[in-house]
């Protein structure tokens, strides 16, 4: 963090710090590992003291799974204005269980100068504590906040409305859901590993999933679970239920597992160090043979990752992707911030450029229509600048031909047009891949659904136990198949692109 600090100090910004909030300050029994440490209060802080001593301008309470009871937000803010009195604090939290509105308002009267709050209409369960009802609460109080309520109603019904036009994202979740306390799940995380359960293909496994998130926590260390920490608690949780495994599972056989590589970069340190260190021997077992790349030779980084490893060549980097990107029709013109998002997430960006480059620009589109697509029969206008506006009318479907494809009619301006389709969910577009054969150990197949990104070996090399196979990735999570056992491949089955279901042979 101080390196944060001291970058935004020195462009003359203003210098927020946040502690992230975990455990329960109230109840000093709270621990997931009480044999490591706990997050108690003198944790907390000796944590802000430090941040203080680097010369921050305030201080934020990021309590990012809604973890932070009423009576834990008391002592907490309380022993941090006794010791700060002149810092301005700020408090973030979730309202997952169902006690935020509680949470702040007992934090504002500990002594908090201001606490985060959303739109109604976007408030409660995962989101932040209703805003309409802390302006009510503190009405007629030293803590009134000066909002007319009246207006925030007003102003809360076009949000009403906007998110009538984000329906098809909807996570389902219909209310509170006070085991966030038992697995700690972040309120910015829930709804995503939701989504991504399903399309990995642990529907109706929710419940195991989220209990699989306390036993990933457990195994990782008890850390404090907050991007990306809390990405690699996920995709454990995830990785543990869809192969079926038990804590003591991963533990006995983590050197021939093929962990998340979010799993295995955490254990090298990418991430820094836990305040509590990290387990053994899990961490040793993860580990056993993988050398960081990019690095001469390290297993593990000792301190701040970044500073074992070279520097970023920035302009290098704008260089390679504009010979890449920049002279294909669609994609645009490269900007500085294309380069950041490509620095800190390479594939991500390829697929977003990717998306650009086969579909251009849909910025044009509206939103309903780019989210739900079009309906037969209907017509919408797509303007690209003032006085140029096509108007498109969906014509007709048919049914998927034997390769999986569908014509689409439409009108472009009056003008009929058809385009082939491949149809993704057709019965026609799929076809039966073979499956990894249980109990054959050179038998290798897909841990969890997905694409596979890259194949790193060929029918004939001759491999070690914990070498690299297949490159996967799902729903942004990637894994690396390992080789269970040496031995010489026999062949390979797969290629990059290729859509797998768990257990289809590699």
């Known amino acids: 963090m101080r390196l944060g600090i001291d970058a935004v100090g020195r462009g003359g910004g203003i210098v927020e710090a946040a502690v992230c909030y975990t455990g329960d300050v109230s109840d000093p029994k709270k621990g997931m590992l009480p044999k490591k440490g706990m997050y108690d209060l003198e944790y907390y802080l000796q944590f802000a003291q430090q941040l203080v001593d680097l010369g921050i301008h305030?201080?934020?309470?990021?309590?990012?799974?809604?973890?932070?009871?009423?009576?834990?937000?008391?002592?907490?803010?309380?022993?941090?204005?006794?010791?700060?009195?002149?810092?301005?604090?700020?408090?973030?939290?979730?309202?997952?269980?169902?006690?935020?509105?509680?949470?702040?308002?007992?934090?504002?009267?500990?002594?908090?100068?201001?606490?985060?709050?959303?739109?109604?209409?976007?408030?409660?369960?995962?989101?932040?504590?209703?805003?309409g009802a802390i302006v009510a609460s503190t009405q007629g109080t030293d803590l009134a906040t000066g909002l007319d309520l009246g207006e925030v109603s007003a102003v809360n019904e076009y949000w009403e409305e906007c998110r009538g036009l984000y329906a098809p994202f909807e996570s389902g979740q219909k209310s509170g859901s006070?085991?966030?306390?038992?697995?700690?799940?972040?309120?910015?995380?829930?709804?995503?590993?939701?989504?991504?359960?399903?399309?990995?293909?642990?529907?109706?496994?929710?419940?195991?999933?989220?209990?699989?998130?306390?036993?990933?926590?457990?195994?990782?260390?008890d850390i404090i679970k907050v991007t990306p920490s809390s990405k690699v608690t996920g995709d454990l949780a995830q990785f543990i239920v869809a192969n079926d495994l038990s804590e003591q599972d991963v533990i006995e056989k983590a050197e021939t597992l093929s962990f998340p590589k979010s799993?295995?970069?955490?254990?090298?340190?990418?991430?820094?160090?836990?305040?509590?260190?990290?387990?053994?021997?899990?961490?040793?077992?993860?580990?056993?043979?993988?050398?960081?790349?990019?690095?001469?030779?390290?297993?593990?980084?000792?301190?701040?990752?970044?500073?074992?490893?070279?520097?970023?060549?920035?302009?290098?980097?704008?260089?390679?992707?504009?010979?890449?990107?920049?002279?294909?029709?669609?994609?645009?013109?490269?900007?500085?911030?294309?380069?950041?998002?490509?620095?800190?997430?390479?594939?991500?960006?390829?697929?977003?450029?990717?998306?650009?480059?086969?579909?251009?620009?849909?910025?044009?589109?509206?939103?309903?229509?780019?989210?739900?697509?079009?309906?037969?029969?209907?017509?919408?206008?797509?303007?690209?600048?003032?006085?140029?506006?096509?108007?498109?009318?969906?014509?007709?479907?048919?049914?998927?031909?034997?390769?999986?494809?569908?014509s689409v009619q439409f009108e472009l301006n009056g003008t009929p047009r058809m385009v082939q389709v491949k149809d993704k969910t057709s019965v026609q577009a799929s076809t039966e891949k073979p499956k990894a054969l249980n109990g054959v150990e050179g038998s290798v197949g897909a841990p969890m659904p997905g694409v596979v990104l890259e194949t790193k070996v060929d029918k004939g090399d001759r491999v070690e136990m914990g070498d690299p196979l297949v490159s996967l990735s799902a729903m942004k999570m990637e894994t690396m198949v390992s080789a269970p056992i040496a031995g010489t491949i026999e062949r390979v089955v797969v290629t990059a692109g290729d859509q797998l279901e768990a257990g289809d042979l590699l």
Request: glycine content about 12%; hydrophobic content about 40%.
């Open 263 to 406: 799993v295995i970069e955490y254990f090298q340190g990418y991430l820094g160090i836990p305040p509590f260190g990290f387990p053994e021997p899990l961490r040793s077992r993860v580990l056993k043979g993988k050398i960081i790349e990019g690095t001469d030779g390290l297993t593990t980084f000792e301190g701040r990752p970044g500073a074992d490893l070279p520097p970023m060549d920035l302009e290098g980097a704008r260089q390679m992707l504009q010979e890449k990107w920049g002279s294909l029709k669609g994609t645009g013109e490269l900007r500085d911030v294309d380069t950041m998002s490509h620095a800190m997430y390479p594939s991500v960006f390829d697929e977003f450029m990717e998306h650009k480059l086969k579909f251009g620009r849909l910025n044009y589109v509206d939103t309903r229509t780019f989210l739900t697509g079009m309906q037969v029969g209907q017509e919408v206008n797509v303007t690209l600048e003032p006085g140029k506006q096509l108007v498109v009318k969906l014509i007709g479907v048919s049914s998927p031909d034997k390769d999986g494809f569908v």
């Open 58 to 131: 305030a201080l934020a309470i990021k309590d990012m799974a809604g973890l932070l009871k009423p009576e834990a937000a008391r002592i907490l803010v309380g022993a941090l204005r006794e010791a700060h009195p002149d810092l301005p604090i700020h408090v973030h939290t979730h309202d997952t269980a169902g006690t935020g509105v509680a949470s702040m308002l007992e934090a504002a009267r500990a002594g908090a100068d201001a606490v985060d709050a959303a739109m109604d209409a976007m408030s409660g369960t995962t989101s932040q504590p209703s805003l």
């Open 178 to 221: 006070a085991d966030v306390y038992i697995h700690e799940m972040p309120g910015g995380q829930y709804t995503n590993l939701l989504f991504q359960s399903t399309q990995l293909g642990l529907t109706g496994q929710w419940s195991q999933v989220k209990k699989a998130y306390a036993a990933a926590n457990r195994l990782l260390g």
